[in-house]
């Protein structure tokens, strides 16, 4: 059977993205960034999964304000990089797996989620980033992917309460795959800032690293967080935050299983005008 093996949580700062296509890794500012994935990057190589289940937001890539699906499971064989205004990422194609995303389909459906299927979807920054942080810049991503994006841009956006429980789903339907595959789990997105308004530049350090200790601890008291407690402590675009929720319900724990280790957790301040989080949480074996 299939299994959820780890999550990992991390920021999709699009300049992050251009720092890297141009460049920019050896200069001192994105230096103090991109150490904090080092450790990322060789877990990685050990601990390589067959497919990422990879929750981020839309940038108004795929979607505009024209159609805005709440939740969007990719299910193609293949996802084109989205050109978001100056060029696709010089990044590769993002390879699907139509047959697990089908299953989680199936099961989470049945499960009373009303997810929008996407047989096609160009992915932008919010998967490419986290994708190039933890593999580098490889001729081809070395494991399959599932998009799922979620709808954190156009209010009204999901509850942290509904994303924990729709993470436990994804963890239900993944472990009754009958295949032997092994799953990561990976929310993106955040951490504090805002990006216009009398507040544009918001970082608040003292909730961030507060959210990542209850994120570890107390994901389901955590996951009762109004919305708007996001809002004004973590700044407009800190609502992202919510997705990581999705990929903490998938694991063990949750579900009366072990407690996950910890085995990396990574704040910076700043990149570009935000703050920067990285978590590797894996279940016990």
Wanted: charged share 20%; proline share 7%; glycine share 8%.
């Amino acid at each position: 059977m299939a299994k959820i093996t780890a999550s990992v949580y991390t920021s999709h700062v699009p300049a992050i993205g251009a720092a890297l296509d141009h460049g920019k890794i050896d200069e001192p500012y994105w230096q103090k960034v991109l150490a904090g994935y080092e450790f990322g990057k060789q877990w990685i190589r050990e601990n390589k999964p067959d497919v990422i289940f990879l929750v981020y937001n839309d940038h108004a890539s795929a979607f505009s304000l024209e159609l805005i699906p709440t939740f969007a499971l990719g299910t193609a064989a293949e996802f084109a990089i989205a050109d978001e205004g100056w060029g696709p990422r010089p990044v590769p194609k993002v390879i699907g797996h139509p047959e697990l995303a089908a299953h989680i389909a199936q099961s989470a459906i049945q499960d009373d989620f009303d997810l929008t299927l996407a047989n096609r979807m160009d992915v932008d920054h919010g998967l490419t980033v986290p994708l190039s942080l933890i593999f580098g810049q490889p001729e081809a991503w070395p494991c399959k992917v599932i998009p799922f994006a979620v709808n954190v841009v156009q209010y009204p956006v999901p509850s942290g309460r509904r994303c924990f429980a729709l993470g436990q789903a994804i963890r239900k339907a993944v472990e009754s795959y009958d295949e032997d595959l092994k799953v990561q789990i990976w929310g993106t997105g955040g951490m504090s800032h805002q990006l216009q308004g009398a507040r544009a530049g918001l970082i608040n350090r003292e909730w961030d690293n507060r959210f990542l200790d209850r994120l570890i601890e107390d994901p389901a008291v955590l996951a009762q967080m109004p919305h708007i407690d996001y809002v004004r402590e973590a700044g407009s675009e800190g609502i992202e935050l919510v997705m990581w929720l999705i990929a903490r319900g998938a694991m063990a724990d949750v579900a009366g299983g072990p407690i996950p280790t910890v085995r990396h957790r990574f704040y910076h301040v700043p990149a570009s005008n935000t703050a920067v989080g990285h978590l590797i949480l894996e279940n016990q074996a």
